[in-house]
């Protein structure tokens, strides 16, 4: 099964801070890894697709990169409405889809 | 507006059964997958189980596979997960999920509000 392992598991930011955070896939994904944002009492909500693509509505602060095992979600300003989980999710191995462990955002 | 209503969580013993059905509305059912996903208690999410539109390609977690059966009836517009020998471990909130495309199963672009199965004695 391919594994993916999230980094920082939680970390605090600054408002208009850049925040990063990493997605390694235990084998090579093909760019077929996804990002959601999970709000508490919240429907999770997809942001990228396809590694770099961004869904349509998603503000543009928001952005994916990454290739092969190594992917990176990045908020180049981060909002207070940021405040979320974040969580990948790779579907090279589709129908069988795995999300990594999530990332906490909390604001400082 | 897509809609996804799950329905039939609540409490329920260690090694009983329990239905979960997810109502569809507001989209062309049988032109999307679907999946299940669950968050364990204070955990993070994790995939449970995912359908193609006509059901012909199925996957399960191995957390759950021989055990949890996921089904769907595009007339009713409905999925279902049939949850049988339950553990505690499964205690959980379920989510129903719509993925953008019908057979290869990708990402999940709409999802419901989710609801609660307890196990436990």
């Known amino acids: 099964d391919i594994r993916l392992t999230q980094s920082p598991s939680s970390l605090s930011a600054f408002v208009g801070d850049r925040v990063t955070i990493t997605c390694r896939a235990s084998?090579?994904?093909?760019?077929?890894l996804n990002w959601y944002q999970h709000k508490s009492g919240k429907a999770p909500k997809v942001l990228i697709t396809?590694?770099?693509h961004l869904e349509s509505g998603v503000p543009s602060r928001f952005s994916g990169s990454g290739s092969g095992t190594d992917f990176t979600l990045t908020i180049s300003s981060l909002q207070p409405e940021d405040l979320a989980t974040y969580y990948c999710?790779?579907?090279?191995?589709?129908?069988?889809?795995?999300f990594g462990g999530g990332t906490k955002v909390e604001m400082k | 507006e897509v809609q996804l209503v799950e329905s039939g969580g609540g409490l329920v013993q260690p090694g009983r059964s329990l239905r979960l059905s997810c109502a569809a509305s507001g989209f062309t059912f049988d032109d999307h997958g679907m999946h299940w996903v669950r968050q364990l208690p204070g955990k993070g999410l994790e995939w449970v189980s995912g359908?193609?539109?006509?059901?012909?390609?199925?996957d399960y977690a191995d957390s759950v596979k021989g055990r949890f059966t996921i089904s769907r009836d595009n007339a009713k517009n409905t999925l279902y997960l049939q949850m049988n020998s339950l553990r505690t471990e499964d205690t959980a909130f379920y989510f129903c999920a719509r993925d953008r495309y019908s057979t290869t199963l990708n990402y999940l672009d709409h999802w419901g509000q989710g609801i609660l199965v307890t196990v436990s004695s």
């Open positions: 396809g590694a770099t």
């Open positions: 359908l193609s539109w006509n059901g012909n390609r199925i």
């Open positions: 084998q090579n994904i093909n760019g077929y």
């Open positions: 999710q790779q579907s090279q191995s589709t129908p069988r889809l795995t």
